[in-house]
């Protein structure tokens, strides 16, 4: 974490008046996951009745607080978004769910979760995982 932390000491600034967004944390860790499952496909597959399905795509879920609780959006294809694409993708989902304007489709497909309990001032939380 030190060197992602140091990374944005160094260029948060530059990023944030270029992009008109914040470079947070949850980006860095959409990009080293992206990075990660593309390097170890069989981590992003499925098991299909009796068949490992491996996916060419990387779609990960993510937990956002709202008024009525965690919802858990999909940001798709990670594999193809540089910094600025995952904080703007995941601001807009973000807002959506926040507004009540998130669907069951915005929600499904993920093929890994990422969450963050310690945005509640937690030391332990059990993730959300979605089937399959």
């Known amino acids: 974490m030190s060197g992602y932390i140091n990374l944005r000491k160094e260029y948060g600034d530059a990023f944030l008046k270029k992009h008109n967004i914040k470079l947070g944390f949850m980006s860095g860790f959409l990009k080293a996951a992206s990075i990660a499952l593309k390097d170890q496909p069989v981590v992003n597959a499925v098991i299909d009745d009796h068949d490992i399905v491996y996916r060419d795509f990387i779609d990960i879920s993510v ?27 995941l601001a807009e989902l973000g807002v959506k769910a926040r507004d009540g304007k998130i669907t ?18 937690s030391m332990l939380s059990t993730p959300l995982v979605n089937p399959p």
């Open 63 to 89: 937990a956002v607080s709202t008024p009525k609780g965690l919802a858990v959006p999909v940001l798709r294809n990670t594999h193809d978004m540089d910094m600025m694409q995952l904080e703007k993708s």
């Open 104 to 121: 069951i489709e915005d929600m499904t497909g993920g093929t890994f979760t990422i969450t963050n309990g310690g945005v509640f001032g």
